[in-house]
């Protein structure tokens, strides 16, 4: 027996729902859809749905820690431009450009501190 996945999306936990919203807001330069306050949003990208999620009362604990646990990769045209992005939001990336096999990319982090790794080829 077997089953048939119809999509796959990524979701981030969070206690801090609405600056993480804003956070990524304005990343993405976009509204998010759907939208409910203090409970979920949803971006949708090029290859990936990114879900953002407040954890009910009875749950938190299972989410709760230092940093966040995910990496979130983002391909980008021009990684000048996305640090620059970033440090105008207030959220530069705190190291230095690496190379790497596959292009330049360097580490950022969100409100909740889950990275995101900007890679461009």
Do not use: W
């Not at 027996?1 to 990343?27: D, G, H, I, N, W």
């Amino acid at each position: 027996m077997s089953f048939e996945c119809r999509s796959a999306f990524t979701t981030l936990a969070t206690t801090q729902l609405e600056e993480l919203v804003k956070f990524y807001a304005r990343l993405f330069e976009q509204t998010p859809q759907p939208y409910q306050p203090d409970r979920y949003a949803e971006f949708q990208l090029p290859g990936l749905r990114l879900g953002i999620f407040q954890p009910k009362q009875g749950h938190a604990a299972e989410f709760a820690g230092e940093r966040g646990k995910i990496s979130l990769c983002l391909e980008v045209e021009s990684l000048d431009e996305a640090i620059a992005h970033l440090t105008t939001l207030g959220y530069p990336p705190p190291g230095e450009v690496a190379i790497a096999s596959h292009g330049k990319e360097i580490y950022a982090y969100d409100p909740d501190q889950n990275r995101l790794i900007l890679h461009q080829s």
